[in-house]
């Protein structure tokens, strides 16, 4: 396992990899071979994952509907 994010390391920053991630999901036929996997910060897994299969990341927002912090 890689000890930093592969994502977070790319966008200069540095930040410790906690989870392994199938580049191409097992359910859209991905396999568990090393060349598969990258592993991640549990934010940038999430965003990937959600970005996988589709689903929007939906942002909190204040009270006036400004996006919040």
């Known amino acids: 396992m890689e000890p930093l994010c592969r994502d977070c390391r790319a966008n ?19 396999s568990d071979d090393d ?18 299969f589709g689903h929007r990341q939906v942002r909190p927002v204040t009270i006036a509907g400004w996006p919040a912090a």
């Open 12 to 30: 200069g920053r540095i930040t410790p990899a906690t989870v392994p991630d199938h580049i191409v999901p097992l359910a859209k036929g991905g």
């Open 35 to 52: 060349s598969n996997i990258r592993c991640l910060c549990a934010d940038c897994h999430r965003t990937r994952t959600a970005e996988q």
